[in-house]
């Protein structure tokens, strides 16, 4: 009878530390894709277009031009759209210009995800 009692007492006491450790990862959840159609709440503003300085390390809103929607150059317009980011360079127009020690270019929409809880995978 000891032995049977002590037997459960080690089983129970490996068994529920280990589902408590999956619980507490299941509540960390998978990161949800961008989507770019769902608007994120955030400081950036979502239709702006944000350029990485990497000096600073931070992003700031692109002189021109100022919103991505709109671009002329097809190839970032897309990425942007899809996917939130794009690397090139762009004329004041909007224009694609090239890759050469291009910046890191970004929709704020895209930026307040990555802030958000859906991209860290939190609950």
Partial sequence: ML??????LIVTALFFPAMALADDQ????TPVLYQAE????????GHRLYQFVEQRQ???A??????????????ARKALTEQGEWVGILTENGECA?????PRLA????LNYLRSSAAKGDK
């Avoid at 299941?26 to 959840?29: D, F, I, P, R, T």
């Avoid at 031009?65 to 097809?74: G, H, I, S, V």
């Avoid at 090239?98 to 291009?102: C, F, L, N, R």
Wanted: charge should be positive; include cysteine.
């Fill in 3 to 8: 032995k049977k009692c002590l037997l459960v």
């Fill in 26 to 29: 299941e509540s960390k959840g």
């Fill in 38 to 45: 769902v608007v994120y709440p955030g400081i950036y503003k």
């Fill in 58 to 60: 931070t992003w700031f």
């Fill in 62 to 75: 692109n002189p021109r031009p100022k919103t991505w929607a709109q671009l002329p150059c097809a190839v």
């Fill in 98 to 102: 090239g890759y050469a020690e291009a």
């Fill in 107 to 110: 929709a704020g929409n895209y």
